[in-house]
């Protein structure tokens, strides 16, 4: 059922919040032993919030007097915060921290009237594209078993896909909320940065992180995406604008006259299988049947976005994760020798390959003597991509592009981490630019796995491409229901 029909069916008294609450921890507890989406399921936050909800109906509130989520359920990545719960960000050093206060996006979903299920497995600090890196092990794709369904908000996507969840929250810095979005046939928006607030979510990027809902429709996206937008004081980079009902946007899924544009040189990027490129100029055939004028641009420089990408990003994780050190946070190593000992062995133990990698990737990009070279190689390249993103902009409403270049892998298949790098290549430089984009599911390949389109919009044109994903998502009609769903 999506979120309306459940509102609605809780306010007609055709069935509880409580019994909603029960029934998704019961999927929870048949399926996650094969998925692995959940690090902790809060079952007792579940029943408490569901029991709000109830009160609400037996004391005579009708359906438009409920929160806009009312008894919806939903999950949260493992690296927001929630009181109650541990917040480890799938990583070892972290396994033991406790939440002090409420991530910012997570509060108003609750505050919107969600069953809070629990907290989403992911790659180690969202370092990663295939949900492999957890340290408490990999998630697993609802559509095929044998593989990844994408990263880092692996949990979050496959918890959705699987029926577990009707609405789960991820967080974007290259392509994690997107790309896993394409892998699991699922709608997942990166929302333009500043339109959500980041407080409370574990820094992995500072100028890059951002927060977005995944679910299985796009007017389910756009509910859940109204409910945490807005300016945070508690984030100074949360932007100060009037909320929109992205709700609507949908409803008006017309798209006569809006100006669609094919990016025609990353559609014939290396790596990208026939199948994705051919669902994507299908879709774009779809939208000009519709009534949009479609065309063509190229956007020469955001080819550039992936070596930018893993300049800048690593740099500010390898800043942001120095806290993570067995004194001010995580875990501490037994009986050291020393301070530097301390320091040297807790952080050793707690983080896993992908994390130290990083690290050193960014630390060595910041040291001295190197900062001109990469660092600030890096930003200028970030500059010329936001520069041509705003220039196709001028002319069109709206960038189509695939969201990854190939469907779900098997498990094991990219063991080398450039390869794995590549898979972002579509995702990675809408995060450098800064604007919004959606992932809307649009074909299968020959062997049953889900392809997605993304909708690139300019700056806080969330509206814009809402509205032509739920035009393409009724256009196609495709069952998305994965085989764990049915």
């Not at 809780?10 to 019994?19: H, L, P, Q, R, T």
């Not at 936050?45 to 359906?63: C, F, H, K, N, P």
């Not at 937008?229 to 100074?236: E, F, M, S, V």
């Not at 994705?276 to 100029?281: A, F, Q, T």
Request: proline share 5%; glycine share 10%.
């Amino acid at each position: 059922m999506t979120a309306e029909q459940i509102r609605g069916c809780i306010a007609a008294g055709e069935f509880s919040a409580v019994e909603v609450a029960n029934s998704a921890l019961a999927r929870i507890d048949a399926l996650d032993g094969e998925v692995n989406a959940f690090n902790q399921v809060t079952a007792d936050l579940a029943i408490a919030a569901a029991e709000r909800i109830d009160a609400l109906v037996r004391g005579g509130a009708s359906e438009a007097d409920l929160p806009p989520l009312a008894g919806v359920p939903a999950a949260f990545k493992d690296n927001m915060n929630l009181i109650g719960t541990r917040t480890t960000c799938s990583s070892r050093i972290l396994e033991n921290y406790v939440s002090p206060y409420d991530c910012t996006a997570v509060a108003r979903m609750i505050a919107a009237g969600v069953i809070p299920l629990g907290k989403c497995n992911m790659d180690e600090f969202a370092f990663g594209s295939s949900g492999e890196s957890s340290a408490w092990g990999p998630v697993k794709n609802p559509w095929d078993l044998s593989r990844v369904p994408g990263g880092s908000s692996a949990g979050s996507a496959a918890a959705v896909a699987a029926g577990m969840a009707t609405i789960s929250l991820g967080s974007d810095t290259g392509g994690s909320i997107r790309q896993p979005g394409a892998l699991t046939g699922t709608v997942a928006i990166k929302p333009t940065y500043g339109r959500v607030s980041r407080y409370g979510c574990v820094a992995f990027a500072s100028s890059l992180d951002q927060i977005g809902p995944f679910s299985r429709t796009v007017a389910d996206n756009a509910r859940a995406l109204s409910a945490i937008q807005g300016k945070d004081p508690a984030d100074a980079t949360s932007a100060d604008r009037v909320p929109e009902d992205f709700v609507t946007a949908t409803r008006d899924a017309d798209v006569r006259g809006l100006r669609v544009a094919i990016v025609r040189d990353l559609l014939d990027a290396e790596g990208v299988t026939s199948e994705v490129r051919d669902s994507v100029l299908a879709a774009a055939a779809g939208f000009e049947a519709m009534g949009a004028t479609v065309g063509e641009v190229n956007l020469p420089t955001s080819q550039h976005g992936l070596s930018a990408y893993y300049i800048i990003g690593p740099a500010e994780a390898s800043s942001n994760l120095a806290r993570f050190d067995g004194i001010r946070y995580g875990h501490r190593a037994e009986n050291p020798a020393d301070t530097i000992d301390l320091y040297l062995r807790s952080r050793a133990e707690g983080f896993g390959p992908e994390a130290k990698r990083r690290i050193m990737l960014g630390t060595y990009a910041l040291s001295a003597g190197y900062y001109d070279a990469y660092y600030g190689q890096a930003q200028k390249a970030r500059t010329l991509i936001a520069r041509e993103f705003s220039a196709a902009f001028a002319d069109y409403d709206v960038l189509l592009t695939p969201t990854s270049p190939q469907v779900a892998w098997k498990f094991g298949e990219k063991g080398d981490p450039l390869t794995m790098y590549l898979s972002d290549i579509y995702t990675i430089p809408v995060n450098l630019a800064g604007n919004c984009a959606i992932n809307v599911p649009c074909g299968f390949s020959a062997d049953g796995m889900p392809i997605g389109l993304q909708i690139i919009g300019d700056y806080f044109a969330e509206s814009t491409i809402y509205r032509a994903a739920a035009a393409l998502e009724r256009d196609l009609a495709l069952d998305l229901r994965s085989p764990l769903a049915r």
